[in-house]
């Protein structure tokens, strides 16, 4: 127990002792905190191995990504196109579109509504509205300004004709209005639908035009005609993107000379998506060592060195990837990883083998995987991609990974419950100690006093008696 001794003037100038309350409760609590230590230690790895399992999962994710590209046929089916004019039109194409020649000719170009309607001399006159209000019919809905839809302000009784452009672009439809000075104190409000084809056109009624001014259309909806290859189209695009597979045309002008758009295989990129995938495997097989590394075999073990098995999962995509590609659509075709130039290193992780990859692509490697690849093929329902789906999940499931992060972190959340427990059991523990010890200072105090105050009287008796 910690006594001090302090002077004090009470009782005839003697001593007082009394006990330093705040450091003997600390001494206490050290002992009694001992339980709490240990269990914020626990709590503090179980948010590393929630951390870690995070960390390897968007690792497999990325590696999925990379796998989902390699077995994808349009990764390796890149296409060029090419076009006689492109003042008539421009063509582009994308992965696994079909390849060929094709004759295109431009008939008719699509169009919208463009109406002009003059007679302003500034931004701020007025316009006169029939009493039914101003309708604008939209792509075959009318929007009216006496009953607006919801969240649109009714127009006011004596509009402006900015007031009036302002209403019809509060529609949120497909149409738009500008007030546009044409020249000096000559206006002109125009409205115009956003959208091209006869199924957008726009018209109005109910308004009165201004100072002697007309309403004319410049332009007038309409579908684009295209024929391809001896076909006529209609569509109500200039940007027509249904008649190809995997190609798009946008129509500029019209021509009566047929167009010729190519449509010819890309460059092979099947180099950069393998070594993609090597890339991805090997992040995530580096990032599993690390994890699982042990004091045997590492200066700084993992978070998951005495439970492995946690991770157990990563041997297994290891293992599916092992057993290379299967293709065609039978999928009775395959392929080693090491004939495409992926070699496995002692450690787990790949080798990307130049020289090999140039021998399988000269033995036309390209066209075998443009045919669609599976990895780790065993069925249509066991396969590498499968297997990893089922742990990293996908829309409307969870996956195994996942089902295990929520386990850790039900767990962690329990600890936390029993950490607030305990903290209330211990602040009460606190506060016992400090009400205890300082009514034992207190009597410790008062004790002191009385002492002091016997031996000066007795000081005082025995010095008279010497007397």
Not at 52 to 64: C, H, M, N, Y
Not at 316 to 334: D, H
Request: charged fraction near 15%.
């Amino acid at each position: 127990m910690a006594v001090s001794s302090t002077s004090s003037s009470a009782g005839g100038g003697g001593s007082v002792a009394s006990i330093d309350v705040a450091a003997v409760v600390e001494q206490l609590m050290t002992i009694e905190k001992k339980p709490l230590d240990t269990l914020t230690g626990a709590i503090n790895k179980q948010k590393l191995v929630i951390s870690d399992l995070g960390v390897i999962k968007s690792k497999v994710a990325v590696f999925q990504d990379a796998l989902n590209d390699f077995e994808n046929a349009n990764s390796y089916n890149t296409v060029d196109v090419s076009y006689t004019d492109k003042s008539v039109l421009t063509a582009t194409g994308s992965s696994g579109a079909l390849l060929g020649n094709f004759s295109v000719t431009v008939s008719e170009r699509a169009s919208a509504d463009t109406w002009t309607i003059s007679g302003f001399t500034a931004t701020d006159n007025s316009v006169t509205v029939a009493n039914t209000g101003f309708a604008i019919t939209v792509a075959g809905t009318t929007y009216n300004s006496e009953s607006p839809p919801t969240g649109v302000s009714a127009l006011t009784a004596s509009p402006t004709v900015t007031d009036l452009a302002n209403w019809i672009n509060s529609l949120d439809a497909e149409v738009a209005a500008s007030v546009i000075q044409t020249s000096g104190s000559n206006y002109v409000l125009q409205i115009y639908g956003t959208k091209t084809g006869t199924t957008n056109a726009v018209s109005f009624t109910g308004l009165t035009n201004p100072i002697g001014g007309a309403s004319t259309q410049s332009t007038t909806s309409g579908n684009a005609t295209v024929t391809v290859n001896g076909t006529s189209f209609t569509r109500s695009s200039n940007t027509i993107s249904d008649i190809v597979d995997g190609v798009t045309f946008k129509l500029i002008s019209t021509s009566a000379t047929a167009q010729t758009v190519s449509v010819t295989r890309g460059s092979d990129n099947s180099k950069e998506v393998i070594i993609k995938m090597i890339d991805s495997f090997n992040d995530l097989i580096n990032t599993y060592k690390s994890m699982t590394a042990n004091s045997y075999n590492s200066d700084k073990p993992g978070t998951f060195a005495s439970d492995p098995t946690t991770l157990a999962f990563i041997n297994e995509i290891k293992g599916r990837f092992a057993k290379g590609v299967t293709y065609g659509s039978a999928m009775t075709n395959s392929i080693s990883m090491a004939s495409m130039g992926i070699d496995f290193l002692i450690d787990g992780a790949l080798k990307f083998n130049e020289l090999r990859f140039m021998d399988a692509q000269n033995a036309g490697l390209q066209d075998k995987l443009a045919q669609g690849v599976t990895v780790g093929y065993v069925s249509s329902t066991n396969n590498l991609t499968k297997y990893i789906k089922d742990l990293v999940g996908i829309t409307g499931s969870s996956g195994s990974l996942t089902d295990v992060i929520t386990t850790e972190k039900q767990q962690i959340n329990t600890l936390y419950k029993r950490q607030t427990l305990l903290q209330d059991k211990l602040d009460k523990v606190q506060s016992n100690l400090v009400n205890q010890y300082s009514a034992l200072n207190s009597l410790l105090y008062q004790l002191s006093i009385t002492s002091n105050s016997l031996t000066s009287a007795l000081d005082a008796l025995s010095n008279n008696n010497k007397n």
